[in-house]
């Protein structure tokens, strides 16, 4: 997965804001978390606890009066994770789904279970 120039053409998002998601690759792999934010744009995700950057900070008045290292989550790609399923709490493959209602939502292949959005 170590690909220098990110590919740039458009990807289908299967994951939002606030999903659980399992991290595949990287140096993260088998961790999961929260998703902080999606980037569409550059095919990425922000994930809780994961890809972690210990940044160095000044002390600033307002942003941070004692400075230091703060840890920041980095972007990493969004075909390095996978959405968990809330049923069978396994990294789960997913169909899109329209409900009679014409709400969409994403399926697990597993269980069958609808997830929300
Ligand atoms: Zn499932």
Known sequence: MASRTAAKKPQKMNIKKGDTVRVLAGK???K????LSVKPKDGKVVVEN???ARKAV???PQKSPQ????SVPQPLDASNVMLVCP??????RTTRHTDAEGRRSRKCKKCGELIDG
Do not use: T
């Open 32 to 35: 999961s978390g929260s998703v």
């Open 28 to 30: 993260d792999r088998g």
């Open 87 to 92: 049923r069978c709490s396994k990294p789960a």
């Open 58 to 60: 000044r002390p600033h």
């Open 67 to 70: 400075g230091g290292i703060i």
């Open 50 to 52: 994961v890809n972690i």
